[in-house]
């Protein structure tokens, strides 16, 4: 199985920025949607935004549109999300996921492995 670690949460201000990083590892699929979600306190987990393996394609959540960018880099097997102009409602646990679909999905059933999640506060 691949394995997925998120890194890069932390405590930002409202209007700041922050990049997460998801590293894959173990018995990586060469073609792998990816995707990033999050959840905050008390709700259910959401989509954000997702990646095709090639990186040529992505779809966003309305919520991030604008503001938040997904990325990877197939040869650091890492995918990132470069969240600008943050907002306290953002503030969640945000959990990377590995689907083998040559496309994007924004269904969490599409995606077979998630990362621990990696925590994101934004303070007003």
């Known amino acids: 199985q691949v394995q997925l670690v998120e890194s890069g949460g932390g405590l930002v201000q409202a209007g700041g920025s922050l990049r997460l990083s998801c590293v894959a590892s173990?018995?990586?699929?060469?073609?792998?949607?990816m995707g990033w979600f999050r959840q905050a306190s008390g709700k259910e987990r959401e989509f954000v935004a997702t990646?095709?393996?090639?990186?040529?394609?992505?779809y966003y959540a309305d919520s991030v549109k604008g503001r938040f960018t997904i990325s990877r880099d197939n040869s650091k097997r890492t995918v990132y999300l470069q969240m600008n102009s943050l907002k306290p409602e953002d503030t969640a646990v945000y959990y990377c996921a590995a689907a083998r679909l040559l496309g994007t999905t924004s269904r969490t059933g599409d995606y077979n492995n998630w990362g621990q999640g990696t925590q994101v506060t934004v303070s007003s």
């Open positions: 990646i095709n393996w090639g990186g040529s394609s992505t």
């Open positions: 173990g018995r990586t699929i060469s073609a792998n949607a």
